[in-house]
């Protein structure tokens, strides 16, 4: 088991320059199996989730050439085999092989796991979809048989604004005959990287990043090069962790659009910040942040991915702070922990009310799921002393090069094995 070891207290200065974004990546990857001849994706992170889709690509016989930062992958002898529960447990991302292999084989046979710590996540819309599309669904414990004798377009509402049935249903039908249309589509910046990249092969997709999102079935789809955006989730933990310990640190290669609502959260908490056009420039404040409330929401609104990382700043907050996950039903395992590192936080229902400004002492802790991790880091960061935080492979599973990242700024942070 790895554990991370912080020395924290310490002021952070320089440049951290965010990867290519996660949740954009763990798409393209399966994605890419669309095209009848090779797609090259550059801007591509080096996480544990990347090369487990990588290692699904070459169960299928498909060519997978990793170099340092980019792939390039040919399905051109690529065979439609079960996906088995080795390959598809180590993330839940693995069921983008099943709207690819639907759209490109007309059937996916895989186990896909139940839901993961934070929540239930059913993909009872991606299904919906697959079916609205003319396919049938077998399901046998944790084995999942779609299939359909012809794809056709269909209009498909979602019920909610799902990041992951928006996606899946776009790769189910960019091969189908005739039109798509989903309604209430998800908007996040990952849905519009997908689409584009699937546009750049040759499909037909208008209306990604906006609640109707039309696509028009097309025969084959061609070689392609793309570039994943930046990582949203990534950019914003940094920054909150420049907000904590920062002097002048530099988050460059980011989009400030995609993090606008943390961005306005700090400027309301009076944060010291430059905003330019691929950076921001972040200053620790020495007196405490105004208080703020926040509710998680879809895109734009506060990204529920940065509801942890984020809660570990409120706690620097002058009185009272209140903070809503609305997205997930058990997303607050960090809370325990940060009231062992010193936090005043009250947890009812799906709030977590703070009281600050609160000493943080370091101390062991554990990382629940990969961003109740990366709070674990924020924290360690600010607080006094060292902090010890297990369970880091949730953390390096969606943040690259985290060690080198904050080591090069001056952290004093270590990953072990023990
Ligand atoms: C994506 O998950 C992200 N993961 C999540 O990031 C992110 O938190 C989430 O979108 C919301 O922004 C990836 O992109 C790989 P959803 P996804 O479908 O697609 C419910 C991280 O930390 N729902 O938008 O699974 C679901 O239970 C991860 O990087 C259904 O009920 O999220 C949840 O409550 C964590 N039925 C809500 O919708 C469905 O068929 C939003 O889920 C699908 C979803």
Do not use: W
Request: charged share 25%; with cysteine; aromatic share 6%.
């Amino acid at each position: 088991m790895k554990i991370m070891e912080v020395e924290g207290g310490r002021t952070l200065e320089g440049t951290i320059r965010v990867s290519g974004a996660k949740n954009a990546t763990v798409a393209l990857i399966p994605a890419a199996i669309l095209t009848d001849e090779e797609a090259t994706i550059c801007n591509v992170p080096e996480i544990t989730d990347t090369e487990a889709l990588c290692d699904i690509l070459r169960l299928l016989n498909v060519k997978v050439n990793r170099a340092s930062e980019s792939v390039v992958i040919n399905p051109q002898d690529m065979v439609n085999l079960e996906i088995t529960e080795e390959y598809s447990n180590k993330l839940r991302a693995s069921y983008y092989f099943m709207g690819a292999l639907l759209g490109k084989y007309k059937k996916a046979v895989m186990y896909f796991p139940g839901g993961c710590s934070i929540g239930a996540r059913p993909i009872d819309l991606h299904l919906k979809g697959f079916e609205a599309l003319g396919a049938k669904i077998t399901t046998e414990k944790n084995k999942y048989i779609v299939e359909a004798k012809e794809l056709h377009g269909a209009n498909i509402y979602l019920d909610i604004a799902s990041v992951g049935a928006t996606i899946n249903i776009m790769l189910a039908a960019v091969k189908a005959k005739g039109q798509t249309i989903i309604e209430n589509a998800a908007k996040e910046p990952e849905i519009v990287n997908v689409a584009t990249f699937l546009n750049n092969m040759g499909a037909k997709i208008v209306g990604a990043g906006t609640s109707t999102i039309k696509i028009e079935g097309v025969e084959k789809l061609h070689k392609c090069f793309h570039e994943v955006i930046p990582d949203r989730i990534e950019t914003g933990t940094y920054i909150i962790i420049a907000a904590l310990c920062g002097k002048n640190l530099r988050i460059d290669n980011m989009i400030p659009e995609h993090v606008d609502s943390l961005l306005s959260k700090l400027e309301e908490m009076g944060a010291n910040m430059e905003v330019g056009a691929d950076y921001v420039i972040i200053s620790k404040k020495d007196t405490p942040y105004k208080s703020t409330d926040v509710k998680t929401a879809v895109y734009p609104g506060f990204p529920t991915d940065l509801q942890q990382p984020f809660t570990v700043l409120l706690t620097q907050a002058e009185g009272k702070s209140k903070i809503t996950e609305t997205i997930y039903e058990n997303r607050f395992m960090h809370i325990p922990y940060l009231k062992k590192l010193g936090a005043d936080i009250v947890l009812k229902n799906q709030t977590a009310t703070l009281t600050g400004p609160s000493e943080l002492k370091g101390c062991e802790v554990v990382a629940t799921d990969l961003r109740a991790g990366a709070a674990m880091v924020v924290a360690g960061l600010f607080a006094s002393g060292k902090t010890t935080i297990t369970n880091v492979e949730h953390i390096l599973r969606g943040y690259e090069q985290i060690i080198e990242k904050l080591t090069e700024v001056g952290a004093k942070i270590s990953l072990k094995e023990i």
